[in-house]
């Protein structure tokens, strides 16, 4: 795969919001959304073989999903 930097990464938003939601669920009030941080989670997913861990959060938080399960709406 590509190399991810602080440029590569402001050209991949989708990726960029993946590694936030993640960071959001995963670290709560400690969360850390530096560019750098996110590099750094993306890397240590990487090396952990753990990328999966990002579209397991995007499931997870789905409006659709919570919408479609529990009749919650995101107002």
Same mark, same amino acid.
């Given at each position: 795969? =590509?190399?991810? #930097? &602080?440029?590569?990464?402001?050209?991949?938003?989708?990726?960029?919001?993946?590694? $936030?939601?993640?960071?959001?669920?995963?670290? &709560?009030? =400690?969360?850390?959304?530096? $560019? #750098?941080?996110?590099?750094? &989670?993306?890397?240590?997913?990487?090396?952990? =073989? #753990?990328?999966?861990?990002?579209?397991?959060?995007?499931?997870?938080?789905?409006?659709?999903?919570?919408?479609?399960?529990?009749?919650?709406?995101? #107002?």
């Amino acid at each position: 795969m =590509n190399e991810i #930097n &602080e440029y590569t990464l402001e050209f991949m938003k989708n990726l960029k919001q993946l590694l $936030i939601n993640y960071i959001s669920v995963t670290y &709560e009030e =400690n969360a850390d959304f530096s $560019i #750098n941080s996110l590099i750094k &989670e993306y890397y240590l997913l990487e090396r952990n =073989n #753990n990328l999966h861990y990002l579209f397991e959060v995007e499931y997870l938080i789905s409006s659709v999903r919570l919408e479609l399960e529990y009749g919650l709406q995101n #107002n």
